[in-house]
């Protein structure tokens, strides 16, 4: 294979395939720079047992020629719309589909480029998510199901997209067109990571340096611009993305700004962000805590410096009380 047609090649994680679901492209093995084998032809199903063997061999990628891709994406992205209502198929399974689409978008990102096309696809993934929500809204449930998957980023940013909405609910928000900016904020939130060295991200946030922390902390801003940049986006999500770093005391970053000058969907996206964070497996937290135990580190630990009423309405989706019960 010539260089021209190496680069023409991008990565896909395994987890990307869902079992039993055609592949609308070929699949490669990398076997070095310029050497790729097929290993699958276009229209063949994916078979967890046969994926599962590569990774066992510590083969986490395949790869596709780059043209072919969207095929894949928009197939997972179309798969996890007919899904989710469907009460035949489970919430693991479920969740297991919409963490496949999820990625296709920032595969896309990383290897072909930011587009409106993206945007579009992180909207029809929120639909996905309020669906999940309304079919499965027990937080624990929730949070292992998102928990399934080896890509740490997307099952964050599910998580995020989904317990912000909870969060919502839980404040009393009912407009349908608030609790998708809430899902889709909480998908994109963390959207600049993508622009910072991958190698930054392996390392935990206590053994960066100065500079490096500096740099890290950069994340909600090339987020924002990213976005921007894509002319489509509502000045909402950007908000988000932008502040969810932020909180009610004026130590976060990027700007230090205090609860009065934050979005309000940007309130919720920050403890959602937290909460989640503490909740679920990553490289800055190898032991995740369980929903109350996190409720008490951010509350007595951090010294809750989130903003008051998010943080109440995060004890009732954790406590499953009617707001108006709850303390």
């Known amino acids: 294979m010539s260089e021209k047609d190496a680069q023409a090649m991008i990565p896909i994680s395994i987890d990307e395939f869902v079992e039993g679901i055609s592949v609308p492209a070929d699949l490669y093995l990398r076997l070095g720079d310029k050497k790729f084998v097929i290993l699958q032809k276009a229209g ?61 978008i920032f595969t896309n990102l990383e290897h072909v480029g930011a587009s409106p096309v993206i945007f579009n696809d992180a909207k029809q993934i929120t639909e996905a998510t309020l669906g999940l929500i309304e079919n499965h809204n027990r937080l624990t449930q929730l949070i292992e199901s998102f928990s399934q998957s080896n890509d740490a980023f997307v099952n964050h940013s599910l998580a995020v997209s989904a317990i912000s909405v909870m969060i919502g609910q839980a404040m009393g928000w009912e407009k349908r067109v608030t609790l998708e900016k809430l899902s889709l904020g909480g998908l994109l939130h963390d959207i600049g990571l993508k622009t910072l060295p991958p190698e930054l991200l392996k390392k935990p946030l206590a053994e960066m340096s100065y500079e490096e922390t500096q740099i890290y902390e950069t994340h909600p801003y090339k987020g924002m611009i990213l976005l921007q940049s894509l002319g489509v986006v509502p000045d909402d999500i950007t908000s988000i993305v932008y502040e969810h770093q932020e909180n009610r005391i004026g130590q976060g970053y990027p700007q230090r700004s205090r609860d009065v000058k934050q979005h309000p969907l940007g309130k919720v996206v920050a403890v959602a962000d937290q909460f989640c964070y503490l909740t679920m497996p990553g490289v800055n937290n190898p032991e995740p805590r369980s929903p109350r135990e996190a409720l008490m580190y951010m509350e007595f630990t951090m010294g809750q410096p989130f903003n008051r009423d998010v943080f109440r309405a995060l004890k009732v989706v954790v406590s499953g009380q009617p707001l108006s019960n709850a303390g």
């Not at 072919?68 to 489970?90: F, W």
């Open 44 to 104: 063949q199903k994916a078979s967890r047992e046969r994926l599962g063997s590569y990774k066992d061999k510590k083969v986490n990628y395949l790869w596709v020629q780059k043209e072919a891709y969207s095929r894949i994406s928009q197939q997972n992205i179309t798969l996890a719309g007919l899904v989710i209502d469907k009460s035949t198929v489970n919430l693991d399974k479920k969740s297991t589909i919409l963490s496949a689409a999820s990625t296709s």
